[in-house]
């Protein structure tokens, strides 16, 4: 099993650039997210999905868009890049919701993003 | 009030010995509770989910307190291995879909 993947690894855009950040899972999980890290912010939830076909808003999902067409992939779109959105962001899954701890939640290595 | 709010450290400590970290939520109705681990620019992972009645896991013991809203981790005979960033994360809502993670500590443990 390769987990959680996620490309690019790095990637730097400018203002007003659009751009998908992938992320895919091969264990057949359900629920799927999508966080940004930012210094002394931890992690912050942008988007989730509890299965193919259904997301729902985070703590912070202005500026982005998900979709879930497949179980395995769940992709986070950039629509207009800004200086703000300068962060690593973190795709994780797990089987259900995170609870429990028999629902322990993976997370991908993470893309790195700079907007100029 | 932020919604999960820890003590960022660094806590520094030399091999074998014992650190506590600290941690407070402010959702009362908050069900699911975890601490992680992350190391250095790489991911979060899972050290262990906090139960009511606390839980161990070797070296690594923690208690959850829901009167006062508060979560601790407790590591024994620390270890250079143990050095990382150690983040309280709570469920936001019932159905646990949402995690608010803590800023985190830092542990810094030396020879």
């Known amino acids: 099993n390769a987990g959680v993947t996620q490309t690019p690894k790095f990637q730097v855009l400018k203002t007003g650039q659009s751009m998908t950040l992938q992320c895919a899972q091969d264990m057949n999980h359900e629920y799927m997210s999508w966080y940004r890290q930012d210094p002394g912010m931890g992690l912050r939830l942008i988007h989730y999905?509890?299965?193919?076909?259904?997301?729902d808003q985070g703590e912070v999902p202005n500026g982005y868009n998900v979709s879930r067409s497949t179980t395995e992939d769940f992709p986070l779109r950039l629509l207009s890049a800004a200086p703000s959105q300068t962060s690593v962001y973190f795709c994780?899954?797990?089987?259900?919701?995170?609870?429990?701890?028999?629902?322990?939640?993976?997370f991908g290595p993470g893309t790195r993003l700079t907007v100029l | 009030r932020k919604e999960v709010e820890q003590d960022p450290g660094p806590f520094n400590v030399p091999e074998g010995a014992t650190v506590a970290f600290n941690c407070t939520y402010s959702n009362s109705a908050s069900q699911s509770f975890f601490w992680y681990r992350q190391d250095c620019r790489k991911e979060p992972k899972l050290l262990m989910s906090?139960?009511?009645s606390g839980n161990e896991d070797g070296r690594f013991t923690a208690q959850l307190n829901r009167a006062s809203q508060y979560i601790s981790l407790l590591i024994r005979d620390s270890k250079l291995s143990d050095s990382a960033t150690y983040l309280c994360v709570v469920a936001s809502n019932q159905a646990g879909t949402a995690l608010i993670f803590g800023k985190g500590t830092t542990l810094s443990v030396s020879s």
């Open positions: 999905s509890v299965g193919a076909g259904i997301t």
């Open positions: 994780a899954s797990s089987y259900s919701a995170p609870t429990g701890a028999s629902n322990e939640q993976f």
């Open positions: 906090v139960y009511s």
